[in-house]
């Protein structure tokens, strides 16, 4: 009997545990997973400017004796996808180094209110160059702990999300204020909008709507997942609303403290 008894306890044991560390596992697997599945996409997101820059430089030596106005349209197409890298190698250097917690917010007391109006007014110079026009409402003075930089960094990728989906002759609000104790910044366009059922993945690493309607536009589908980890670092919260062909609004939520 008592030997029964050990056998039965030793099974359940080995059972008990195996479970355990399977339930264990689980989440290292999906993260080992998710790092897998952004390797993969960064991967191939940095070989499509990569190949359009050697693909331009290989056609530039076909004809050695051509003037620079000659090829001018080579040399401009070489030099924006150059630019696309480094603006992509420094998005994914971002979220990996938030990824392995190397980044760290730096918060200290600022004016939220000067950065909202720095932002904003760099934004209406190049809406008015595309006919879009731009409103603020920004309360003063408007304090916050928090990073700086990084909250500047944060509605550059808003406004400039809005003004990229946003057509000529449509406009912009911006909005910053105190509510109790969080600090509330909307940023609405009246621009194309996103698709109900795109919503949920706006955030997600590398997820632009419809590729070929978001191809006529910059981006490298990362600025909206570093804006949510931003606003997470600072314990704040983000939401987006929108419809499509009406437009969009994201409203971010930070703690003053
Ligand atoms: P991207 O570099 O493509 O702008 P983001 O991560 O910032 O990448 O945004 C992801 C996608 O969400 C965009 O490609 C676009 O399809 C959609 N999106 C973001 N902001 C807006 C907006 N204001 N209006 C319409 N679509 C938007």
């Known amino acids: 009997v008592v030997l029964v008894g050990n056998v039965i306890s030793i099974v359940i044991a080995v059972v008990a545990g195996w479970f355990l560390a399977k339930r264990a596992l689980?989440?290292?697997?999906?993260?080992?997973?998710?790092?897998?599945?952004?390797?993969?996409?960064a991967s191939h997101e940095l070989r499509t400017p990569l190949t359009a820059i050697l693909v331009n430089l290989e056609r530039l030596f076909r004809h050695p004796d051509h003037t620079i106005e000659q090829e001018s349209?080579?040399?401009?197409?070489?030099?924006?996808?150059?630019k696309r890298l480094s603006h992509l190698v420094s998005d994914l250097l971002t979220l990996a180094r938030s990824d392995s917690n190397e980044l760290q917010i730096m918060k200290k007391k600022f004016n939220i209110d000067v950065v909202v109006e720095t932002c904003t007014h760099v934004f209406t110079q190049m809406a008015i160059a595309?006919?879009?026009?731009?409103?603020?409402?920004?309360?003063?003075?408007?304090?916050?702990?928090?990073?700086?930089?990084?909250?500047h960094q944060l509605l550059v990728i808003l406004l400039d999300n809005a003004l990229k989906f946003t057509p000529e002759k449509g406009s912009i609000y911006v909005s910053s204020q105190q509510e109790g104790q969080r600090i509330v910044i909307i940023v609405q366009d009246t621009g194309v909008g996103i698709p109900k059922e795109d919503i949920p993945f706006v955030f997600d690493?590398?997820?632009?709507?419809?590729?070929?309607?978001?191809?006529?536009?910059?981006?490298?589908g990362l600025g909206l997942s570093i804006a949510k980890w931003i606003v997470d670092a600072h314990e704040g919260k983000i939401q987006v609303s929108s419809e499509e062909g009406e437009g969009t609004t994201f409203t971010v939520t930070l703690p003053v403290k």
Do not use: C, H, N
């Open 26 to 41: 689980v989440p290292i697997q999906k993260s080992w997973e998710k790092q897998q599945q952004f390797i993969a996409d």
């Open 73 to 82: 349209e080579k040399i401009m197409i070489g030099m924006q996808e150059a």
């Open 130 to 151: 595309k006919e879009v026009s731009m409103e603020t409402k920004i309360e003063k003075p408007l304090e916050m702990v928090g990073d700086e930089e990084r909250i």
């Open 205 to 220: 690493r590398f997820y632009r709507v419809d590729k070929m309607r978001t191809k006529a536009t910059e981006g490298t």
